[in-house]
Structure formats: C-alpha cells, structure tokens
Nanobody, 122 residues
C-alpha cells in the first residue's frame, strides 16, 4: 500500500511564503517522478512542478517559475514545495502525486495525496 501524506498549507498574505511537504510511505521503487498539482474552486487540476527522484531534475509551470522551488530528500522519501512571493491566484488545494514516468500530465500520475489548502489573501 502506498500513501502520500502532505502538510504545510495555510493562510498567508500576498507576498508571503509557505513550504509544503509530501512524504511517501510504502512501495516507492516504481516511482520515478514526484509532482505537485493544484486545484482552485471551479477549475481543473493543474500541474505546478515536478522532480525526478534519482536525478533531481526539475520542471515548473510558467505561472510559478522563479517563485516556487521543488526539492526532495531520497533518504526521507520526502518532497517539498517552497512557495515564495505568493499571489491570490495561487489559492488552491495543493496535491502531491507520483508517476513511474516523466510527465506533467495529471492523468499519468497514479498515487495522490489528500491535498492541503493554500489560501493567499490580498
């Protein structure tokens, strides 16, 4: 059984920072890439950032590039999303997920966390 447990969401003012974490429990050998996604009310879930477990290669959505940083600690099976210069439009439920591939496509991710709410006030 695989579980992804997220934490770190909350309420922050515009311009502030938050750090999300995602720890993976269970069978991780099939996971090649960890991703962060977000879903705002009334909108589809969208890709935010991803990182390859082995190489550490990262990739970001244009909307967060330069503001968000994804990182990982293989020994702890943990991935973080450092979010700086937050904007009200970053408000959403944030999810971590894993895939055996290298992709930003939501449908290719097979394990998902429960989500953590991030609210940015103006």
């Amino acid at each position: 059984q695989v579980q992804l447990i997220e934490s770190g969401g909350g309420l922050v003012q515009a311009g502030g920072s938050l750090r999300l974490s995602c720890t993976v429990f269970g069978r991780t050998f099939s996971m090649n890439t960890m991703g962060w996604f977000r879903q705002a009310p009334g909108k589809e879930r969208e890709f935010v950032a991803r990182i390859a477990w082995r190489s550490g290669v990262t990739y970001y959505a244009d909307s967060v590039k330069g503001r968000f940083t994804i990182s990982r600690d293989n020994a702890k099976n943990t991935v973080w999303l450092q979010m700086n210069s937050l904007k009200p439009e970053d408000t959403a439920v944030y999810y971590c997920a894993s895939t055996p591939g290298t992709t930003s496509y939501t449908g290719d991710y097979d394990y998902w966390g429960q989500g953590t709410q991030v609210t940015v006030s103006s």
